[in-house]
DNA sequence: AGGTCTGTTCAGCT
DNA sequence: TAGCTGAACAGACC
């Protein structure tokens, strides 16, 4: 389910879509389309090629040769599906090609997006790459609790649930904490844990794939001293974190 | 059976 | 003003 790793995996996808002319789209999926009409993304797009595959954090868009860019965001558990095997319920957004083909936006729970023309304006630096100076000051201000602040797309993109709380256990960092109390070596600690993290996931294969995620998911103790794991909630989300390492 | 959940946006509070 | 909460989406999983 979509962090980074899975927005990488469907951009790599979406490059298999490129140079093919579009003859269709089916954009009558009111609310992943908003604030769209039903045929105003087709009216965008057909007739033209996709001509390039882009990706910041977990937003997605492709463009054709005349400047469009169709915005993409696979929500909760949205795939992308270049020339898929079948079609059904779960398709909430369809790009037909003339060679037959199709990219669907493949989303259960209808939380994908698709949109023309997206302002990404306020989306962070990707997580992947963000600069030292940039991550202090965009992390460090404010009073927020750090998981809070780790997973606001604004200040810096990509990093989900998971990936935060794999992130902060790397850190030995507790959640909570407030970002006031960070100390500049704390932020650059954390930024390292961040990129490590996210490319560690992106060479496994996913966000599910850090050692501490393992731990959380059957609710057990600390890879690192065997202290069992905490759980609240933190940001909003459910959290879990190494009361003994983190502090 | 009812509660929870890997995401985003927005309204409404404090 | 910064930061929080809940609603919306709708299925999977405990």
Redesign the pocket.
């Known amino acids: 389910?979509?962090?980074l790793p899975e927005a990488e995996r469907a951009r790599l996808a979406l490059e298999a879509a490129l140079g093919r002319r579009i003859t269709g789209v089916d954009d009558h999926d009111s609310?992943v389309c908003r604030p769209h009409a039903t045929g105003e993304i087709a009216a965008a797009l057909v007739g033209h090629r996709l001509t390039s595959a882009h990706r910041r954090?977990?937003f997605l868009w492709v463009e054709t040769q005349d400047g469009t860019t169709l915005g993409l965001?696979l929500?909760?558990a949205g795939r992308i599906e270049v020339d898929p095997e079948d079609s059904g319920r779960w398709d909430r957004f369809r790009v037909d090609f003339e060679d037959g083909g199709a990219l669907v936006l493949r989303d259960?729970?209808?939380?994908g997006r698709a949109v023309i023309n997206p302002d990404y304006g306020?989306v962070g630096p990707d997580a992947a790459d963000v600069g030292r100076a940039e991550f202090r000051r965009l992390i460090g201000s404010?009073?927020?609790?750090v998981k809070?602040r780790l997973?606001d797309?604004g200040v810096v993109s990509g990093l989900?649930?998971?990936l935060v709380d794999q992130v902060l256990w790397q850190a030995r960092i507790a959640p909570g904490r407030s970002v006031s109390e960070l100390s500049v070596e704390d932020l650059d600690r954390l930024r390292r844990s961040v990129r490590v993290a996210v490319r560690s996931s992106l060479r496994l294969g996913g966000?599910?794939t850090g050692q501490f995620i393992a731990a959380r998911a059957s609710q057990g103790r600390c890879p690192r001293d065997g202290s069992p794991v905490h759980r609240a909630?933190i940001?909003?989300?459910?959290t879990y974190w190494c009361p003994f390492c983190q502090r």
């Open positions: 389910m979509p962090e609310y954090g977990k965001h929500g909760m259960k729970r209808r939380l306020h404010g009073r927020a609790p809070a997973l797309q989900g649930n998971l966000s599910h909630r940001g909003g989300r459910t």
